[in-house]
């Protein structure tokens, strides 16, 4: 891909998350909305149901139809334990080097398990031709906090959650990962973070569904 059409991709990523996505939820409590992306997966998904559980915390989980499709079991805990679901895509599919109707189409075979009204397409990346089809059906939701469990090193996680838990407001969209590849990043970080939402009277909601909760 040329220079210049990733430029035109990026500007329109940009414009598109800061007028039609969700990157914050408006809110007067004390809440935050933890989201998990790209499980669910065997061995990390029921660490991260039991920490919320012993918080009495639930979140998001944007889920992978690929891996919804290999563990119909965990997804069902996830519902069960009244987490929401949302739709990112089957395949993890990248914004830019696909197009509209094949992005559609992976969308809607993740819908097939998936049954929800909020996405959060990979890489936060989406093109204006996509948006436009896409925000028919779903709120589109990005985040305020990253909590850097994706990063390939993580020499001192104590910093990373203190850094994490100095930035937290209320109304945050928190990111985590909810998959193998980030498992050992994720087990440090979320059981402190969590401890630390919980004892400074915060707690975490699942993110409204549907397109009637306008973002601020
Ligand atoms: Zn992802």
Redesign the pocket.
Known sequence: MNKIRTLFFRMQNLIAKNLFMTVRIKTRQKEVFLTF??GPEEGIAPFILSELGRHGFLATF?CRGDNAARYPDLLQQLVAAGHSIGN?TFC?IHAYDTSAREYVEDIERAEALLHTGIARP??GSIRFSQLARLRRHYRLVYWSLDSGDSRREINDPNLLVEKLCRSTRPGDIVLFHCCKQHEANTRAILPRYLDWLSSHGFRSCPIPDGRDNLPD
């Open positions: 992306d790209d944007f990112h993890h990979p890489f």
